[in-house]
């Protein structure tokens, strides 16, 4: 499995650091079965704009951006499984996958009705926005809270990419103009 497959797998599950769970629920962090659950609903959100960005990019760089999201989250969701198989684990919704694919949805109907550099500039600024955020919660939530050693492991090892794709996303950022 390449290092963009596992830091795109944990990118799915960082994305909670905007979308925690209510403060008491903060205090003591997610379990394994939630946070195996979050990183299957950010990965598909992420699926979802990635789709609609190889669609309405109107750069090639955008559209194979979208493309690279598409193709790696899927693959993550499809590791994540087989994880969560392997080890017994139900995953279980929780207030942060809710919000995870609540902010999903009103991304996209936010996206469905921008086109050209204004869809673009739209696009990579929420992916810039969402890698951030997936960065800060393995930092401050998923590594602290995750207690079972291969997720915990998978979780350390997909940081270093996550970063790689915030800074990708940054450039297009730039490339575009703020």
Do not use: W
């Given at each position: 499995?390449?290092?963009?497959?596992?830091?795109?797998?944990?990118?799915?599950?960082?994305?909670?650091?905007?979308?925690?769970?209510?403060?008491?629920?903060?205090?003591?962090?997610?379990?394994?079965?939630?946070?195996?659950?979050?990183?299957?609903?950010?990965?598909q959100v992420d699926i979802?704009?990635?789709?609609?960005?190889?669609?309405?990019?109107?750069?090639?760089?955008?559209?194979?951006?979208?493309?690279?999201?598409?193709?790696?989250?899927?693959?993550?969701?499809?590791?994540?499984?087989?994880?969560?198989?392997?080890?017994?684990?139900?995953?279980?919704?929780?207030?942060?996958?809710?919000?995870?694919?609540?902010?999903?949805?009103?991304?996209?109907?936010?996206?469905?009705?921008l086109k050209g550099k204004?869809?673009?500039?739209?696009?990579?600024?929420?992916?810039?926005?969402?890698?951030?955020?997936?960065?800060?919660?393995?930092?401050?939530?998923?590594?602290?809270?995750?207690?079972?050693?291969?997720?915990?492991?998978?979780?350390?090892?997909?940081?270093p990419t996550l970063q790689?794709?915030?800074?990708?996303?940054?450039?297009?950022?730039?490339?575009?103009?703020?």
């Amino acid at each position: 499995m390449s290092k963009a497959f596992q830091a795109t797998a944990l990118c799915a599950a960082l994305f909670t650091a905007g979308f925690l769970p209510p403060a008491h629920a903060q205090q003591q962090g997610p379990n394994d079965a939630q946070i195996a659950h979050i990183v299957v609903t950010a990965d598909q959100v992420d699926i979802d704009a990635g789709k609609v960005a190889e669609k309405k990019g109107s750069t090639d760089d955008v559209r194979k951006f979208g493309k690279q999201m598409v193709t790696d989250h899927t693959s993550v969701n499809q590791q994540a499984a087989a994880l969560a198989k392997k080890l017994k684990l139900k995953p279980e919704p929780n207030d942060t996958s809710a919000s995870l694919k609540k902010g999903g949805d009103e991304n996209l109907a936010k996206l469905k009705d921008l086109k050209g550099k204004e869809f673009d500039k739209a696009y990579v600024d929420n992916e810039v926005t969402y890698h951030q955020a997936v960065i800060d919660a393995v930092d401050k939530t998923l590594l602290p809270s995750a207690k079972n050693p291969e997720l915990k492991s998978l979780i350390e090892k997909v940081r270093p990419t996550l970063q790689a794709h915030l800074e990708h996303a940054q450039h297009l950022q730039a490339q575009l103009g703020k």
